[in-house]
Structure formats: C-alpha cells, structure tokens
C-alpha cells in the first residue's frame, strides 16, 4: 500500500508528452512520455537527436518538483546515468516546461529543458 500524496502545487505530468530543447531542431531531438501515480514519477524516452533509448523512475515532492533517476542508451551504444532534480512549471503558451538539474555518474552538471508537446503518432 503507497501513501497518498498531496496534490502538487506545479502542473502535473501524468501522460504529458515532452521533447528535448535543443539548439537545432533539424537534427531531432529526444521525446519521450512522463506518468504519475501518488508520489512515484516515470518517463519512458525515445530515439531522437543522438538518444536510442532512456528511462527515468523518481519521487514527487509536496511542492511538485521531482527528485529522479536516469539511464540512458545513445546511438552510439553509449551508457549515460545520472541524477536529477526536475522542476515543472507552465510557460507563457500555457504548456509545462520542465527544468532538469542534472547530475551525471561521471560528475558533469548542467540543466536541461524539456517542453510538452502534442502526442505523438506512432506507426503499428
């Protein structure tokens, strides 16, 4: 049995569907799907720019920001892993754009922004 947890204050990202902000949006960029359920948060991500595949698992907190980690597949066969503190909120179009403070396994820092977009179709 879970805990409930309380309605967050940031927007919620349960079944959002989000896409990497990226310099050049020709070259593609990662999107993926964010879920929620109580205090547990999950993203699966998908190939686009040079990501082949990811995943994320976390844990909301009361103010709506998440504290999650990650694993991801490059296309080049590489491993990435890390941390992040992941913050929503709702931009000037009325869309959730997260601020991702991350922190890599192998030490590098950054922030990184994702911003929702539309569900994708998928082919069958």
């Given at each position: ?105 192998d030490g590098s820092t950054g922030v990184t922004y994702i911003e929702q977009i539309p569900a994708p179709v998928r082919e069958a």
């Amino acid at each position: 049995m879970t805990a409930a947890a309380p309605e967050p204050l940031a927007p919620d990202v349960d079944s959002v569907w989000f896409q990497l902000v990226v310099d050049d949006p020709a070259a593609g960029a990662p999107y993926g799907q964010y879920h929620r359920e109580d205090d547990l948060v999950w993203a699966e991500f998908y190939a686009g720019g040079s990501l082949r595949s990811g995943r994320l698992v976390g844990h909301l907190r009361p103010d709506g920001s998440f504290d999650a980690a990650y694993c991801l597949l490059t296309a080049t066969g590489d491993l990435v892993t890390g941390e992040c503190h992941s913050v929503p909120a709702v931009d000037a179009r009325g869309r959730i754009r997260i601020a991702d403070h991350f922190r890599r396994s192998d030490g590098s820092t950054g922030v990184t922004y994702i911003e929702q977009i539309p569900a994708p179709v998928r082919e069958a």
